[in-house]
């Protein structure tokens, strides 16, 4: 994330600020310009290019603080979202901002990678949504079918998650993980065309036409292979090619969010920027000395590590692909 200061007055501000807790100015953030802003009185904002913008009409209920291009409108970030808890639903609605909050992040995190989402009223065929769907009363799996991406927003709760996360023997349990994870099917989906691609990446992560409910029955019955730390992020990974493919995406995500922070607030000096190098070389050259030191920050003060993962080199050929696969930023 990008450390945030108010125009107003400098002090810094978090992401998700909607007031400057030290001036008092009210606050929305641009995602045309990548940046915290102060609105008026109204909500308002009025951009370089004298283009008026409104802070989204869901801050009350989802906490967003996005502008909106009309009054009394919802942000783009919100058009994500197809399908909501209901009114009635009162443990469904106390999950939803942050799930809400980390489809922010995400989406903001895309934006700075150069690549933007939108939904599928203004793109049927590739656009993208979010059904961020209670589990009160049904079961709900979390997915992607064909730019939907499917979200229980029970795993919004600390509890829950944990026990879920234990109960899998998982390392590394998070709302922001899972939509990293699923918008990687999305991003395999929409962006590994052309034959050059699809060859390279059947090379790297198998053949993604075999049976993907074989596969599973396979996972669950026998477990990862013996060896996959030697060629594998995680034994999920190991399923099927496509969760191959989702978890390799959502590790690229880790780690270009986890070093463009660290940049940001100034623990990165003299190393060069993500844009600049070879994504295996940012790994290995800056990822894996800092993540050592944040895991070892995190058990300073008694708590699980940072970064629970080894990256073997067949998975730095898979990171640098999926890297490859966005725009160069400029």
Known sequence: MKAFRCRVCGNPLHAENSVCVSCGTSLGYSREEQAIVPVDEQGRYADATGVKWWVCTNLGLSGCTWLAPRPGGQCSACDLTRTRPADGDAVGLEQFPAAEAAKRHLVAELDGLGWWLVDRVRDPE?????????????????????????IDLAESDDAHREEVRASLDEPYRTMLGHLRHEVGHYAEWQLVRGESRMARCRMLFGDETVSYQDEIDRHYAEGP???????????????????????????????????????????????????????????????APLSIALNQMNRSMGKHDFYPFVIPAPVLDKLEFVAGLLPPRR
């Open 126 to 150: 590739g656009g993208l949504w979010f059904d961020m769907l209670s589990s009160v009363s049904d079961d709900v799996t979390i997915g992607h079918a064909d730019g939907v991406i499917t």
């Open 225 to 287: 292979p013996a060896d996959w730390a030697e060629r594998y992020i995680s034994t999920y990974a190991t399923m099927h090619p496509f969760e191959d493919f989702a978890e390799t995406w959502a590790h690229f995500l880790h780690i270009t969010d986890s070093v463009e922070t660290a940049r940001s607030y100034g623990l990165l000096v003299g190393v060069p920027t993500p844009a600049g190098t070879r994504f295996r070389d940012l790994v290995t050259e800056v990822w």
